[in-house]
């Protein structure tokens, strides 16, 4: 049924992220548009839609992890492919959004990537975007279409809470996490814990624990981990301060290179993290520990709201309510 002149919905995936994008079409009960997606001996990407998407309300879910700038670019084209067939709207769906890191100029001579990345998906085409726990809250600011910058931090909070975890300590990976880490122990009705830790490039080092974790269950939160070296070098540290048990919980699980093989061989109770990124087969059976959190329910429900021009927030204010 057509709401707000924009047509049915109309959903495509991208090939970053087709399990995530069929558990939407399931619960949405929209099928997955039909497309040829091809990459030429030139590396060059092509798309083309099997139907007519003429004044329909467009969802192209990818999202932008390994291979980052081939699913990037992907996502570009998908854009300007609904835009050119006429979509009457078009959304980009992006559960993790690539380059978000590189959101400031720290440094002389240094681009400001998550900008440029913005920039680039409004100018593919893009009426809205929906992302989930961007890097930095900042970046939100970089777009100058609509968005719904969600969190999946109430799914990985609902899980926790049913372990129910007497003697428990939430502990922020870094002191840029300190404020989503103390929404989180809030929702959980735990204390809070930072770890203090130096980054130079790709190399970070945790130096000491702010906070009593001693002889309790710390559960670690981050939003993403990408070669694991935080994680890695914050059980590390927890344990030095007497932790008892270490649970590590993030959303984007990007691991790169042995990331998984690293974060297989800590001794952790568990790994709680979602489906932002699909990690492949090989780098999920060295995770033994590892549960996955469907992000679906999430993005299925506000890409309905989004549609039928309802209000998102309403979704999430028991979390929202600190800031
Ligand atoms: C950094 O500010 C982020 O919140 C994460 O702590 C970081 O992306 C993790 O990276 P890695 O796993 O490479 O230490």
Redesign the pocket.
């Known amino acids: 049924m057509a709401i707000f002149g924009y047509g049915d919905i109309v959903l495509y995936s991208g090939r970053g992220c087709q399990s995530l994008s069929s558990e939407i079409s399931s619960r949405l009960m929209v099928p997955l548009g039909g497309c040829d997606v091809i990459k030429f001996a030139n590396e060059n990407i092509f798309v083309r839609l099997h139907s007519s998407v003429r004044g329909q309300d467009a969802f192209i879910v990818q999202t932008t992890s390994s291979p980052v700038n081939d699913n990037l670019m992907e996502l570009l084209i998908f854009i300007d492919t609904l835009k050119r067939a006429s979509a009457g709207r078009v959304t980009a769906v992006i559960p993790y959004l690539a380059y978000a ?1 590189s959101d400031k100029k720290d440094q002389p001579r240094v681009p400001i990537t998550a900008r440029l990345v913005a920039d680039m998906i409004q100018v593919a085409g893009a009426d809205r975007y929906i992302t989930l726990d961007l ?1 930095a809250g900042q970046i939100q600011g970089f777009f100058s279409i609509p968005g719904d910058t969600l969190t999946a931090f109430p799914l990985l909070a609902d899980y926790m809470r049913e372990k129910n975890l007497d003697e428990a300590v939430v502990v922020a ?2 002191l ?2 300190a404020k989503k880490a103390r929404n989180f122990a809030m929702e959980l009705s735990l204390p809070v814990a930072f770890i203090e ?1 130096r ?1 130079t490039g ?1 190399f ?1 080092s945790a130096l000491t624990v702010i906070g009593d974790v001693k002889d309790k269950d710390a559960i670690i939160v ?12 914050a059980v590390q540290l927890l344990y030095d301060y007497g932790a008892r048990n270490v649970y590590c919980c ?1 959303v984007h699980p ?1 691991l ?1 290179g042995n ?1 998984a093989e690293r974060l297989g061989q800590l001794p952790i109770t568990e790994i709680v993290t979602t489906n932002s990124i699909e990690i492949p087969h090989e780098k999920f059976k060295l995770l033994p520990k590892i549960t996955i959190l469907s992000v679906a329910p999430l993005l299925s429900g506000v890409i309905n709201r989004v549609h039928e021009g309802r209000s998102v927030g309403e979704m999430f204010k028991p979390y929202h309510g600190y800031s």
């Open positions: 890191r890097h990976a870094d840029g996490f830790k980054r790709e970070s981050d939003d993403e981990v990408n070669t694991g070296g935080t994680l890695v070098n993030f990007v790169s990331a």
